[in-house]
């Protein structure tokens, strides 16, 4: 398995366009994470996914922020419009239903978001 | 509100010697607990985890300690290796829940 995969790996815009990220979770996971690294706040959890289904955007940090899952192979995160804060590593992570077991979730490898 | 924190943003070790990385939690919820290890320019991979029924679980160089009563859990690592330095998160998930929650990591260096 080729593992969760996120495109693109980096990515620069000018502040006030707007910023689609990508990700395909591993087959057969049922939970999907989006996480934002910053140094000030580590891994911050933005939204997930259980069966495709928004199950807590609590974190999503404003309405600028949208996401998505139209089906259980692809995730995508927008920003609309960007704003320089909105500068970071973005993660996608999967796992195998993790609310009834106790499993580990898998990442991406990020991309990275320079909004200038 | 920090729920997993991570208060020592870095650790110095030498090769050879123990790494101890400390984390804490605050919510009684959480009964799950997991190590991820990150290099540069790459994605977090899961290291080592423990559920709340269990005080130390073990694997090969790496064990973590869970002490419920104080909401703290600790990441031995020993004998620590060059290869080691990274940084490490510490994050807790609570059951029937699906979120993981990250602290803010610990970048650990290895001296050889």
């Known amino acids: 398995d080729a593992g969760v995969i996120q495109s693109p790996r980096h990515e620069v815009t000018e502040m006030g366009q707007e910023v689609t990220l990508r990700c395909k979770p591993i087959s057969g996971h049922n939970s999907l994470f989006w996480y934002r690294q910053t140094m000030m706040r580590g891994l911050e959890l933005l939204i997930y996914f259980n069966n495709n289904v928004p199950i807590d955007d609590s974190g999503m940090p404003e309405d600028r922020f949208s996401a998505k899952m139209p089906n259980a192979s692809f995730s995508t995160l927008k920003i609309q419009p960007s704003e320089p804060r909105d500068s970071a590593v973005y993660f996608c992570a999967s796992s195998p239903s993790a609310g009834y077991q106790n499993t580990e979730a898998f990442f991406g490898q990020g991309t990275r978001l320079t909004v200038v | 509100d920090q729920q997993v924190k991570q208060n020592s943003p870095s650790l110095s070790v030498q090769e050879g010697r123990i790494s101890i990385l400390n984390c804490d939690y605050t919510?009684?919820?959480?009964?799950?607990f997991l190590w991820y290890k990150k290099y540069p320019a790459e994605g977090p991979t899961f290291l080592i985890s423990i559920s709340s029924i269990k005080d130390k679980n073990e694997d090969g160089r790496f064990t973590v300690f869970l002490n419920k009563s104080a909401k703290h859990l600790s990441l031995h690592i020993v004998p620590s290796q060059p290869g080691d330095s990274a940084v490490y998160f510490c994050?807790?998930?609570?059951?029937?829940?699906?979120?993981?929650?990250f602290g803010t990591g610990t970048r650990l260096k290895v001296l050889a």
């Open positions: 994050a807790a998930s609570g059951s029937g829940t699906y979120k993981y929650i």
């Open positions: 919510n009684s919820m959480f009964d799950y």
